[in-house]
């Protein structure tokens, strides 16, 4: 009776183990299937992604070439820029520095910069979570004021960026293929072979590198040493848990920052994230730390961010993030990633918020592919329409990147001289008053409003949108201010 009993143990057992390889194949074939459509979408020459769970690589994958002219295929010796994932290291330094006592996250910015130039009442922990600017420690607008931290690393250590990134983390991680990114002659010296860089313009061209780094920008990596790199922060390798734990919560309500990553919730899950984005270049870091998965993707041309609106600090507006996490996460199998617009009316989910998330991301990607693809126009708004006929209320979950959304479809028709675009012109001015309403000095949305009235030949309205960018206190030049001032300019 034991031995029976045992055996029946042991089948049972196997069958379990069978039906999870099962599943994990299951994962692993639609991930890799909606991988190579996104590819062909965004016109990516080469992706190399990366999942790993409780500390083991269960996926990896390079798709592509990393040099279109020899057909070079990527594989793991091929490094990519980064980009903005170097604030994850520089997150890292500065709370190193913290735990000895070096710095304080309180200190104001100014004593670290050789003249003052921002608010006394701006702190390192301020810059460090991307709210210095506006009402100081109230909202997020990521912004390049980042880059001073390198000021802060550098006095307070009395040493290089360079030589502190080298000592505290490359060399004890022994990531012998992440550096610095300094510049061309670098390359060949170091005999590195990076992945040639692309931009989609009218078709696949090639692109640039962009030399220099600061605390901001500028590390050169690949998917193994990222790997390790993920797991010395899981198993507080390089900072205390303390320190990690702070790091990646959000510096207060409704921002979705922490200090040098990304925090935000989505159904009751925390996700920790991060990416990266050159004209040329594109990366991808989500961490999923109650289940102990992360995903890693890098891409050489900027398309794998650069429609999702990322800088807004939302992840899932990213359908590379979405397919890890309907795969990974919420098991959606049930699910496609990219909706048929004449199978949208039909489509039923048992999990609706992640459906109308998914669909609004599809939308986002087809309204940036318009610039290439005029008829893409046309299926973002048909997205949208089904998106606002099953879920009506959409002030409820109107945010930036809808407004952009809905924006950058008048923009497209507009430039492409198809005629006014006035669809959805309802839903833009009760999004723009709302989003006001809450964050009144926006630059985002009143560069927004600001084009769409003079879209409509309302220069009154046009002219308090733009002036309320000029006159905003405590805001860094960036886009949004030339183009307000160009605007004046032009109106005066």
Known sequence: MKLAFRLIIFLLFISSCSRKDENQNKKTEKFTAELLELKEYFQIPGLAISVEENGENIYQKYIGVSDLEKQTKLDATTVFPIA?????????????????????????INKYLSKPILGD???????????????????????????????????????????????????????RNTFLLKDSTQIVKEKRLIAKPYILDKGVENGFID????????????LEDLAIFNRALDTNKLISKKSKDLMFSSFSTDVPYGYGIFNQKFESLNMMWAYGQYDCYSSLLLKIPSKNISLTILANNNLLSDPARLIYGDVTSSLFAMSFLKNYIFQLDEMDLFQKQHSLAKSHSSNKEFYRKKILAQALAESY?????????QSSEELLNIVFSEYPDYLQYADLNLLHNLSFLKDVAFYMELGEFNTFDTQIVNIGEKLLKKEPENPYVHSYMGTYYTRKGDNDKAKYHFESIINAKNFSENWYTKEAQNWLNLHD
């Open 369 to 377: 592919m318009a610039r290439y693809e005029p008829k893409k126009l």
């Open 211 to 222: 030399f220099g780094y600061s605390s901001s920008a500028g590390i050169v990596s690949n």
């Open 121 to 175: 009442s701006i702190l390192i922990k301020h810059v460090l979570s991307h709210t210095s600017q506006g009402k100081v420690g109230t909202a997020f607008y990521y912004s390049s004021r980042f880059g001073l931290l390198t000021n802060v690393i550098e006095r307070a250590s009395d040493k290089s960026f360079a030589n502190v990134l080298n000592e505290e983390i490359l060399m004890p991680l022994k990531l």
């Open 84 to 108: 903005s994932i170097t604030k994850i290291f520089s997150g890292v330094l500065i709370m190193k520095l913290v735990e000895q006592e070096k710095i304080s996250l309180e200190d104001p």
